[in-house]
Each structure stands twice: as C-alpha cells, then as structure tokens.
C-alpha cells in the first residue's frame, strides 16, 4: 500500500486529535483516501458515508484499494438497509446518496437504526449548505445523534457566500454562531452579520438575495481551527496551474441575431450572474444560446482532435446542449455523465474515456459529475476543457474543471469558457463568470476560501 503524502498524514492526525472538523481540502488532494485512513486508524467498525450519486461507486473502488479487509454495502432500496453487518473484527462501509435523504425521513430513521456508527463522512459535504433542505435535516436529526464523529469534507464549502456556512456551524459548531446573549442566531441574522443583503423584485415577487459575504475576519475568528484548509499549490507545488480564458466562437448570422433579439431591452452590462439565475427570461435565453453554441463547439473539438492523441472534456448544464453534443461528436465515441445515467452507467464512462483509445471525449453536466471524479491517469492527461454552458456559480466551474487539475496531473489545464459571436449576453456573462472562476482559484491557491483556513 502507498504511503500517505505528507500533508495527507498530518491532516489524519490532526482530525483524530480534534484539532479540525471540516476538511475543506482543495479538489484533487485525495480526501477519500484521507477519510479511510482515518477510519482505520480510529478502529471504527461501522461508518457511514454520505456522497453524490455519482461518486458512491468510486467509493467501492477506493475502499477495495485501501482496505481490502472492510465490507461495503450501497443500499439501493429501503428494504436493502441493514441486509450487512459487520463481521469477524470487519468494517463495514455503508454508502447512501444524497438524494435518498431528501425524499423524507423513512431512509434516516432506518438507517439510524443500524447505527451506532464509529463515523459519518459527508462527501461533498456542501449538499448539506441549505439549512431548510430535508436531506440536510434528515442528516442531522436523525443520523448525526448515533453518529460517535463527523466528518464532513469539500473542496467548496462556500459555494457563494458567507451563507453557505450556517447549516455546517449550525449543526456542527453552534457556539460559532451564538450572538452576545448566547443564542443561536437564526439563518437571517447570520446573513445580516456576515453577508450583503439586497431586496429585489423578480417576476412580480420580491425575493431575499444575498450579493456578497463581510466581516470575514470576525467570522474566521468564531470559527476558531473548525475549517482545515489546504490548497493544491501548498500540497502539489509541483502542479501547474489552471489557466481559465475566453474563446470566441461564430454561430449562424441569424441565430445570432434571433438571439440577441430575444433579450429584448436588457441592459445586459447591468446583467448579474449571481442573480441572473432567478430571472426566467435571462435563464431561457442563456439555455437557448448553450444550444446554438454545441455544434460549432464540436467542430472546434474536431478540429482540435486532428492535430493530437489528447482526449477533450466538455461541461454543459443543460440536457439539450448534451445531447446536442453527443449528436456532433458522435465519431469521437464520446463519454457522458448527466442526470439520466444511472452509477453503473456512470463508472462504464469514466471507464472508457480513462482506458478506451477510440473514446476521445468526455461530455458532463456540471450539477452531476462536476463532482467526485477522476478523470485523468498516468496514461491520459487530459489538459483541454471546454465550458459550452456555463454554471451560474464560479466554484461549481471551478470544481468541474478540478476533474482533471488534480493529483496525478503532469501539466497545465486550459479551461476555455465559449462565447457566442454577436451575443452581447454571452460574451458578458462568459467574460465576469470567467474572471470569478479566475479569481476563486486564485483565492483557493492563495489563501483558501476566504474564511476556511
């Protein structure tokens, strides 16, 4: 068995000495071999992981590779939970999807029954970021009271904003968040303290949004050592790193300009992304342009593909853009991820862009494999990635582009956000979503998630 790196054993032996609680390890530093070094070392017998639906097969691959006495077990149905249990001195993995937690409490509370459990590992533990969602709730009201530890791990605990840390200290440090009185400050009174808070009216409704985080410094200090951050430039010095740039492309004249027609009177350089998502207009147009942008971004591919044995990956959010894709790069025998493949469908992806020569291109959807992959070995460095339909949020680019800056990656990443000639709306949105993706790897590098060091 491989020897841990050397920040990898320090930040084993930190957790078990409880000097952290969070691990917000940067995308690629190997956090699932940390979290099963731990649980070995720890002795546990019984641990709970909680992941993406995309990701729990890749769990059974890394158990299998690092302790191949523990058993495993991925209930697909209620009925399946508590069909193993530990044996003959073994531990046993329990891996259950987020999304199984958010349809009621029947999978918590059974699962809770086959508790105690030594640890509860939150993969991406930023699923658990909204305070009211019921998987969040679900997770730490019926799991977390039979759980001896928690260990919750993500590169991007705070996906947007200062915000997105209520639920974790709530739940997880809660004297962080106690006001002078010693009360729990509710989710507002956090946002009020920590953030920039904006009324606005959208399609006829005013809507509560949050543009921005402050008082970092007071926040950083009532998180006291709970947040453990390490960077890819401090652990893998020898990575290069990602550059992120823009890169034209030319659609039909007349597509062009049906398009820009159809924003109508918008003064698109007042246009937000960080709110844009909440205006049905804006958010239809940009799904109409990722569309009009796959084809000539596939002949972009093509062109790309004639002049070197490199393999491509692209990220789109929406499903017609991937299909659209898949149509033009049909030739490359394209690999897909989206939310319509299910995890053996998944891992028979990944499987044939990393080993199949003939699969020269990976096609994901940002919200489900932007997450909990690998996709690059010793043989396949893939350094090109294409962005045809943006996320709406700079760390989920920033993550899905991680699939393959990560550990293991020889040379430097190349992340082209595409933009629509002749759509002045692309070109604004692609140009600020490409400089704030710049800049959270920049603060990622430097000094971690501006309040998770």
Known sequence: MLELRPYQEGVVEAWIKGECG????????????IAIEIAIRTGAKNVLIICPAS????????????????????????????????????CLFTIVNYDKLSRGEDVAKKLAKTGPFSIMVLDEAHFTKNFDAKRT??????????????????????????????????????EAIADRHGHLMTLHAFQDAFCHVEQRRFNGRTVRVVTGSR???????????????????????????????????????DVATALAAAVGDIDVAKVDPEVAEFDAHISRAMREIGVAKARPAAQWVKDFLEGTDEKVVLWARHHDVIDALARELAHANPAIIDGRVDQRGRAAAVKSFLTDDACRVFIGQIASAGTGLTLLT??????TVLFVDSSWSPSENYQAASRVHRLGQRDGVIVYSLVAQGVPLDRHIQTVLTRKSLEFAEIMDREGDAVCQ
């Open 22 to 33: 969070y691990l917000a390890l940067d995308a690629g530093l190997g956090k699932s071999r």
């Open 55 to 90: 990701v729990k097969l890749a769990w059974i691959a890394e158990i299998q590779k690092w302790w191949r006495e523990a058993r495993y077990h991925a209930p697909q149905t209620l009925d399946q939970i508590g069909a193993f249990e530990a044996f003959r001195g073994r």
């Open 137 to 174: 709730r679900n997770i730490f009201r019926h799991l977390a009271p039979v759980c001896e530890r928690i260990l919750p791990m993500s590169a991007t605990p705070m996906t947007r904003d200062a915000a997105d840390l209520y639920a974790p200290l709530r739940y997880m440090k809660p």
């Open 215 to 253: 008082n970092l410094a007071e926040l950083r200090s009532r998180m006291g050592s709970f947040f453990m951050r390490l960077t890819k430039k401090e652990c893998l010095p020898e990575l290069p790193p990602m550059q992120f740039e823009i890169l034209p492309i030319g659609i039909d004249r």
């Open 378 to 383: 010793d043989k396949v460095q893939p350094r």
